[in-house]
């Protein structure tokens, strides 16, 4: 197929990766979201979702073109939403060209009125200055013939130079007695301004933001800076950054490419230690986008993916090593223990640790990596099983900047979402925030259940009417499903959050300051790992309400 011009604005078919082509629009980056090298691409903005991707030209079809092909080959009901997103965006941009249409149409007619009538006003002061030309000519013939007779008595000037002399009318201008048949210019041009113009608003241009932005665009961007404080907000329906003065770190994400087909894999050779519930997925999605893979793990061996007989080998043997374990100490055995990444560790080796931890340990395992030579990044990622088999996790990082975008293809591959935070232990320290507000808050969501089911009302209504609020979420639904069904299959293991709520609650503790909610939280999933539901999902922490 012949190649077609693409420019910004345009609306396009964008691939995304494991997913069918989805529908998108050309727009501009934010400022400081760098392009990546070589190939042409295009920022493109997805609708319905809140992805937003560079994507290669090849890559990118135009919409009208290939819109009947599209829909004939998806069916699904996101994908369907999608395109309604894009025919709602079509039918309001229409409206405002019709709109523009008009008022450009009404502006036209004016001014040709306004034309038409100075053209009229024209003929008729001509035909006017025309009888008044004749009759002076009139006038100025009988003048001649009493200037014969009377010239030589008076010595005055004649009737004609005087005429001449008493005549108002000058070369290009009407008669003074005339002017009403004219209008005047400059309040023509006036009425003209302070109505169409004045009111007509010209659309922006394309390298400017639009006002009223598509409402199914949902995105969540970050913008790098040199600043040492910025602040930064979510975005609905406005692509905008936000930048404020406050005390907090310098933070960016890399964009949400983690299921488009934009992503180049890195030629550096991928170590990943441990593949439990999270660190799975991972390697999965990893494999997925051509990386490749040496795995080590104490049970059993990742399809596709090689395997390394001890975690020094690993590192050894690779470019860049992943780790993902359950607590602080299985962090610290992986990396001092025997045969340990420590081991492995030469001078340029990298080492990322993507368990969630407390920020000494993590401070502590990167102060040995880099005594050795090494490069040492922090990321844990937020999110569960499910987010972590879709790619859809959020990656927090911190540490080494270089190896940060050193590990940008990994990162793009196992999540939507990733954030820089500065200096190594800021990552470990928001990861447990994170995870103490969403354990609380799974606590709270059994409480209410157990409450409503104690009092005789209807759990499922609950949950309904939860769902029509402003806490709906696929979390809260996910979660209140898991017990009204009593399934805690593992999506998120109990004793995992409640090792992050200890940890957060020690964190509080270290700099003087009270979580009474989580601490009360932690104690109802202590009673709940009592009951022996510590291998289940967090959700079980019902049973310990009924119990």
């Known amino acids: 197929m012949a190649a077609v011009s693409l420019r910004l604005g345009d609306l396009v078919w964008g691939k995304l990766g494991r997913y069918p082509p ?27 979702t809140e992805d937003h991707a560079w994507i290669k ?62 053209k009229q006003s024209a003929g008729e002061e001509k035909r006017k200055a025309s009888l008044s030309e004749g009759k002076l000519k009139k006038g100025t013939g009988e003048g001649k013939k009493r200037v014969s007779s009377v010239s030589s008595e008076r010595g005055s000037k004649s009737p004609l130079k005087r005429a001449q002399d008493q005549s108002p009318r000058k070369r ?5 007695d005339e002017k009403d048949l004219t209008i005047p210019e400059s309040s023509t041009v006036k009425r003209v301004m302070t109505g169409t113009v004045a009111g007509f608003k010209w659309p922006p241009s394309v390298s400017e933001p639009m006002k009223d932005s598509d409402p199914h665009f949902h995105h969540f961007l970050l913008s790098q800076t040199e600043k040492p404080a910025v602040c930064y907000q979510a975005i609905t329906k406005k692509l905008k950054v936000c930048e404020e003065e406050t005390g907090s770190t310098s933070i960016q994400a890399a964009d949400s490419t983690a299921v488009n087909g934009s992503i180049t894999p890195t030629d550096k050779k991928i170590g990943f230690l441990g593949l439990g519930l999270m660190g799975s997925g991972i390697v999965s999605n990893l494999l997925k986008m051509g990386h490749t893979v040496t795995v080590w793990n104490r049970t059993a061996e990742k399809e596709g993916a090689r395997l390394g007989r001890t975690p020094a080998e690993v590192v050894s043997t690779c470019d860049i090593t992943f780790a993902c374990v359950s607590d602080p100490k299985a962090a610290k055995d992986l990396v001092l223990g025997p045969s340990g990444v420590l081991q492995g560790i030469r001078p340029g080796k990298c080492y990322v640790d993507m368990s969630t931890v407390d920020a000494d340990t993590v401070t502590e395992l990167a102060q040995v990596i880099v005594s050795r030579g090494g490069r040492f990044l922090e990321a844990p990622v937020s999110g569960n099983q499910q987010l972590s088999n879709d790619g859809m996790l959020v990656i927090l990082a911190a540490g080494d900047r270089g190896l940060y975008e050193d590990c940008s293809s990994c990162f793009q591959a196992m999540g939507k979402t990733s954030f820089f935070l500065g200096e190594v232990g800021n990552a470990a320290k928001m990861m447990l925030i994170v995870n103490m507000v969403q354990g609380s808050f799974m606590a709270t969501i059994a409480e209410g259940l157990t409450l409503a089911q104690v009092t005789g009302q209807s759990q499922q209504t609950l949950l309904d009417i939860l769902n029509q609020g402003q806490l709906a979420s696929i979390f809260l639904d996910q979660k209140c499903q898991n017990i009204l069904q009593g399934n805690f299959k593992p999506d998120f293991y109990l004793k995992y959050i409640q090792k992050d709520l200890r940890l957060a609650i020690a964190l509080g503790d270290s700099v003087n300051h009270p979580t009474p909610m989580a601490a009360a939280a932690n104690e109802v999933y202590k009673r709940a790992k009592a009951l022996d539901q510590s291998d289940n999902d967090m959700s079980a922490v019902y049973r310990a309400y009924i119990h």
Not at 172 to 176: E, H, L, Q, V
């Open 172 to 176: 290009g201008r009407p008669p003074k």
């Open 22 to 48: 989805w529908p998108g629009k050309i727009v501009n980056p934010p400022k400081d979201l760098k392009k990546p090298r070589g190939k042409k691409c295009f920022f493109v903005k997805f609708f319905g």
């Open 57 to 118: 030209v090849e890559q990118l079809k135009p919409y009208h073109l290939h819109k009947e092909e599209m829909i004939k080959i998806n069916k699904g009901k996101r994908f369907q939403q999608a395109v309604d997103a894009v025919e709602e965006f079509l039918r309001k941009t229409k409206g405002k060209d019709q709109a523009s249409s008009h008022n450009s149409n009404e502006e036209k007619n004016r001014r040709n009125s306004s034309e038409e009538r100075g």
